[in-house]
C-alpha cells in the first residue's frame, strides 16, 4: 500500500502547499512572505520520508534478523502475507518425517534375489534426491554391492523412474503407478503383497523389471520437533494445519492422527498437490506451503508463501520457495510466523507515528507556530524514531 501511495502522496502534498500558501495570502490576507513561510514549513513537516521509510526499514530489520537465524526470506512481501495466513500445509517425507529413510525390507519378484533387487532399484534411484532414492542407495553400500549401469534413463514426476538396465526395461516409484507395469499373470501375487504391506502403514515403493514386480518397503520416522512446531503454529495464531503426500493413505493417516492434524491428502501428484493448495486457499483463505521436494515445487510456488528446507531441499524446490530454512530445522517455521507478527505490528506503530506527526505539525505549520528549524528537526526527528523503532527487530 505505502509503495503504491508513496509517489502520489508526494506529488499532493507538494501541490497542497503550494495551494496552501495562494490560500493564506489571497483567501485569508497574510503577507507574502507568511504565506510562503507556513507553505513551507507544512511542506516540510508533511514530506513523506519517515511515512515511506516506516514499512521498508522494518522488513528489512526482520529478514537481517532471519538471516542471522538460518531463515533466508526473498523479500518483505512474503513476510506481510504471512502474518495474515492462518493454514499452513505440509508435506509429508522429509519435513514432517526426518527423511533420513532406511529400506529395512525386500519383496524380490520370482527369479530374482535381494542383491539384483538393489542393483537394479540402484541404477535408477542413483541420479535422484528422493529420500527413498537415497535409502536404496544406503543399502547398497552397506551389502557392498554396486548399482548396474543405466541407458535411457527418465525421470516421471510423480511416478517414478524408468531405465534400461542390463538390455531389460526397468521402473522404479510409487505403488500407484506400477500396476500399469506389471504383467498381468503376476498382478494378483502382488496385489496380495500389496495389501499386506499397505496394512503396516509402512512407505512402499515397487521395483518392476520386464513386469516383474519386487516391492521394496522402507520405514521413515516422524520429526521429534514435529508435534512441537504444530504445537507453536498453533500458538502464533494459525487455525489449521493439514498434509499433502504422494504415500498412500494408512501411511497418511497414521501421521495426520499422531500430529493431530486439521486434515490430509494422501495419494497426490506433484499437480494435484498444487491442485489442493488452490482448493484449500478457496476454502481457508491464504495458504503457506512447507515442503522439500521435487513433487512439492509446484505447490510451493503456487502458495501464497512457499517454504523449503533447504539443507535436504531439492534444487527446484529452493528455487520455487518464498522462505528457505537454511538448517533442517521445522520449527523455524512457527519462528517465522512470529516474526511476522512482529514485523507488522512495528510497522503499524511506524505508519501510526509518521501519520500523527504529519497531522499534528501540519495543523501548527499552517497556524505558523512552528519555526522552520523547529518543522525540520520535527520532520526528521520522526523519521529517526520510527527507524530506530523498526532496528529494535535487530534483536528478535
Request: hydrophobic share 50%.
Amino acid at each position: 500500500l505505502i509503495d503504491r501511495i508513496g509517489p502520489t502522496y508526494s506529488t499532493c502534498v507538494m501541490i497542497g502547499s503550494v495551494l496552501a500558501g495562494a490560500t493564506l495570502h489571497w483567501g485569508v490576507g497574510l503577507t507574502v512572505r507568511e504565506a510562503v513561510y507556513r507553505a513551507i514549513a507544512l511542506l516540510i513537516v508533511c514530506s513523506p520520508c519517515a511515512l515511506v521509510i516506516a514499512t521498508p526499514v522494518a522488513y528489512l530489520s526482520a529478514i537481517a534478523t532471519a538471516a542471522r537465524r538460518g531463515v533466508l526470506i526473498k523479500g518483505g512481501a512474503y513476510l506481510e502475507v504471512m502474518s495474515k495466513a492462518r493454514t499452513v500445509v505440509f508435506d509429508k517425507t522429509g519435513t514432517l518425517t526426518t527423511g533420513r529413510v532406511k529400506l529395512v525390507e525386500i519383496i524380490a519378484a520370482e527369479g530374482f534375489s535381494e542383491a539384483e533387487v538393489l542393483q537394479f532399484a540402484g541404477a535408477l534411484e542413483e541420479s535422484s534426491s528422493h529420500p527413498l532414492a537415497g535409502a536404496v542407495m544406503d543399502r547398497l553400500t552397506q551389502e557392498g554391492y554396486s548399482p548396474y549401469l543405466v541407458d535411457k534413463l527418465e525421470n516421471i514426476p510423480g511416478e517414478g523412474i524408468s531405465g534400461e538396465v542390463k538390455g531389460r526395461q526397468v521402473w522404479v516409484g510409487k505403488l500407484s503407478a506400477a500396476m500399469q507395469r506389471i504383467a498381468e499373470n503376476q498382478q494378483p501375487d502382488f496385489s496380495v503383497h500389496l495389501n499386506r504391506m499397505e496394512t503396516s502403514g509402512a512407505a512402499i515403493s515397487a521395483l518392476v523389471v520386464d513386469g516383474s514386480p519386487s516391492i521394496l518397503v522402507f520405514e521413515d520416522r516422524l520429526r521429534e520437533v514435529a508435534a512441537d512446531t504444530i504445537h507453536e503454529l498453533r500458538a502464533a495464531g494459525v487455525t489449521q494445519v493439514h498434509m499433502l503426500t504422494g504415500d498412500h493413505e494408512v501411511a497418511a493417516t497414521r501421521v495426520a492422527e499422531t500430529l493431530g492434524l486439521d486434515g490430509f491428502r494422501a495419494g497426490l501428484l506433484p499437480e494435484e498437490k498444487m491442485a489442493a493448495t488452490r482448493e484449500l486457499r478457496k476454502e481457508l483463505g491464504v495458504i503457506v506451503m512447507v515442503g522439500d521436494g521435487v513433487n512439492d515445487a509446484p505447490a510451493l510456488a503456487d502458495a501464497d508463501v512457499g517454504v523449503a528446507i533447504g539443507s535436504i531441499g531439492a534444487d527446484v524446490a529452493l528455487e520455487a520457495a518464498d522462505i528457505v530454512l537454511l538448517n533442517d530445522n521445522i520449527e523455524a517455521t512457527a519462528w517465522v510466523f512470529e516474526l511476522a507478527h512482529r514485523t507488522s505490528r512495528v510497522v503499524r506503530q511506524n505508519l501510526a507515528i509518521a501519520i500523527s506527526v504529519i497531522v499534528l505539525m501540519g495543523v501548527f505549520a499552517l497556524s505558523g507556530e512552528i519555526p522552520l528549524p523547529v518543522a525540520v528537526i520535527g520532520h526528521e526527528g520522526s523519521t529517526v524514531l520510527v527507524a530506530i523503532n523498526a532496528l529494535r527487530l535487530l534483536r528478535s
